[in-house]
C-alpha cells in the first residue's frame, strides 16, 4: 500500500488474507447475541459459525431451534444493524448439545468466549 489507508480497510483486508474474516464476524455476534435474541434464548443458543453468508446457531434443545427460526427475520436485521456484520443472507438451526457441555452459564450468555 503506498497511500494512507483507513484502519477498519487495513483489518478488514488482513482478516480476508489470512482466513479469520468468518470468524471474526462470528465473535462480533456473540458478543452482542443477548441484545439480539434477549438473554432466555441466548443462555439456550450459540452464534456457532459463517459459511456462505450462512449464520449456523448452535441450540441445546429442538424448542429453541424452533424459536429462533421464527424468529430468523427478525434475528438477521438485528445481526446487520446491532452486530453491524453485513452480508449474513440466511440463519441455520443445529441442535448441538455437546456445545453446551463444556460451557458456564455466563459463557452461555456469551460473556466469555468458549
Not at 500500500?1 to 478488514?12: A, D, S
Not at 452464534?47 to 424452533?66: E, T
Request: proline content about 3%; aromatic content about 8%; some cysteine.
Amino acid at each position: 500500500m503506498n497511500r494512507p489507508t483507513r484502519f477498519g480497510v487495513l483489518v478488514e483486508s488482513i482478516l480476508g488474507q489470512f482466513g479469520f474474516r468468518d470468524d471474526f464476524l462470528v465473535e462480533s455476534i456473540r458478543s452482542r447475541w443477548a441484545s439480539v435474541v434477549g438473554e432466555l434464548i441466548a443462555t439456550h443458543s450459540y452464534p456457532d459459525s459463517i459459511f456462505n453468508g450462512i449464520l449456523f446457531v448452535a441450540v441445546d434443545h429442538s424448542v429453541y431451534g424452533g424459536e429462533i427460526s421464527m424468529m430468523r427475520d427478525s434475528i438477521l436485521a438485528k445481526v446487520r444493524d446491532v452486530c453491524s456484520v453485513p452480508g449474513i443472507r440466511d440463519l441455520r438451526v443445529v441442535v448441538r448439545r455437546d456445545v453446551f457441555s463444556g460451557r458456564s452459564s455466563s459463557a452461555k450468555n456469551g460473556r466469555s468466549k468458549r
